[in-house]
């Protein structure tokens, strides 16, 4: 699946690169801005007497950062948004070329209603997670990383709480993550029923009102869209787990701080300023804690469409022309020699919708099929252009099997 979708990044490398490279000097700049703030502390407000010459010096350094850090996060953002809009340009146009490529079978096995739920919504998931992944997932772990290294270099005890509450936390979301994605392939089976069951009823809409059926029809949209609520909601309550566990990590990581903190400063193995930098440094772990949740969100969504995406990018039309085939047909007549068909839904030969049959239609002549509704008319002409291929026997037109014709050649001459 994952090198199926990042084939379609194509030309918006270049901005898939950009944006984490300026996610990092974001990030590098903001961790950068507290350990200026402890050095203000220590050497400038609390030294003796005050030292202005060094609040100054730090504090122009501050802006100077907090300057550099908002022009890259606004550089990451804009490339980011471009790579992922892109991204998503590239997945619609897989997957139409593909639809288009398309044969009758393969339609009928996705459904219109599935193949356009992949093609907006699930789409619209896969883009959102891509541009969370390389902005805000490159963004997050690298300012945990950041963050620890800061912290070890201004007490290596603490440094070891972050550790802790970090590993705790990436056990539950990483757990939140196996648990939901079944309940996300379901829910977008039920997007599927539903889109389905809208699109019959808008476009069948007089046969509806005709056969006076909108009070059960109603009634049929209310099941579908109940189940999709139920499923939802069943993820959502799953996914909720993620804020109570990062808000208790991160209070419980403030307690421990505050608490060796105090002790240290008291027995002066700290410094205030170092506290400080370090309450700041919470909550720069609680920013990318609750980051990497929305990530966590984004990408359960976001694996389960971009499965459909890849499916339907890798499936493989049932109906090719063959190499070399026949460019010209020479005349209309054609040919049914004990042919069978059927949907291919079941192996019941009871299943059949035609059955051993023969026929022959001279070029030049006329022919009409009667029968009743369902009684496989338009499955017996759909095999003349090779719209389906018979499961039995063979079709001829113009003495030539229709699989021995190019395909655009063959449809070119039949008209429908």
């Known amino acids: 699946m994952l090198k199926t979708l990042l084939a379609q990044v194509k030309e918006y490398k270049k901005a898939s690169i950009l944006a984490p490279l300026w ?18 502390i220590d050497k400038g407000l609390n030294a003796p007497g005050g030292n202005m010459q060094v609040v100054i010096i730090t504090a122009i350094i501050m802006l100077i950062a907090a300057t550099c850090s908002l022009f890259s996060g606004f550089q990451s953002g804009k490339y980011a948004a471009y790579a992922s809009a892109g991204f998503a340009k590239n997945l619609r146009k897989a997957q139409y070329e593909k639809i288009e490529d398309f044969s009758f ?13 992949r093609m907006t919504t699930d789409v619209t998931n896969v883009q959102n997670a891509y541009m969370m992944i390389i ?7 690298m300012m945990l990383v950041a963050t620890l290294f800061m912290t070890s270099i201004l007490n290596k005890k603490i440094a070891m709480y972050f550790v802790a509450t970090i590993i705790l936390l990436g056990i539950v979301l990483f757990g939140v993550i196996f648990i939901v994605r079944p309940i996300f392939n379901r829910l977008f089976k039920e997007y599927d029923r539903l889109n389905q069951g809208v699109q019959e009823n808008v476009s069948g809409i007089r046969v509806v009102k005709s056969f006076v059926r909108e009070d059960y029809e109603i009634t049929q949209f209310h099941k579908r869209s109940k189940a999709l609520f139920s499923t939802q909601r069943l993820a959502e309550n799953i996914l909720t787990i993620n804020a109570p566990a990062m808000q208790f990590s991160t209070y419980a990581l403030i307690l421990l701080i505050s608490w060796t903190g105090a002790h240290m400063i008291v027995s002066h193995t700290m410094t205030t300023g170092q506290l400080m930098s370090l309450f700041t440094y919470v909550m720069n772990i609680l920013m990318s804690l609750m980051m990497l949740s929305m990530v966590v969100v984004m990408v359960s969504m976001s694996i389960a469409s971009g499965s459909r995406i890849s499916e339907v990018i890798n499936q493989k039309s049932s109906l090719t022309s ?8 020479t005349n209309g007549d054609i040919r049914f020699n ?3 068909f059927d949907y291919g839904k079941n192996d019941d030969e009871s ?7 023969n026929l022959h239609i001279p070029s030049g002549s006329t022919l009409g099929i009667l029968g009743a509704t369902g009684s496989s008319k338009s499955s017996l002409v759909q095999l003349i252009p090779r719209l389906y291929d018979v499961s039995e026997g063979s079709v001829e037109v113009a003495q030539h099997n229709v699989k021995d014709y190019d395909l655009e050649v063959l449809r070119d001459n039949v008209a429908m």
Request: glycine share 2%; hydrophobic share 45%.
């Open 23 to 40: 996610v990092a000097m974001e990030v590098v700049l903001e961790v950068f801005i507290p350990f200026m703030l402890s050095i203000m």
């Open 338 to 340: 004990h042919v069978t």
């Open 135 to 141: 902005r805000t997932c490159v963004r997050a772990p």
């Open 351 to 357: 299943q059949h919708v035609l059955e051993d049959i």
């Open 105 to 117: 079978k393969e339609i009928d096995k996705y459904s219109t209603s599935s193949l356009i739920t």
């Open 322 to 329: 063959p190499e070399n085939g026949l460019t010209t047909v």
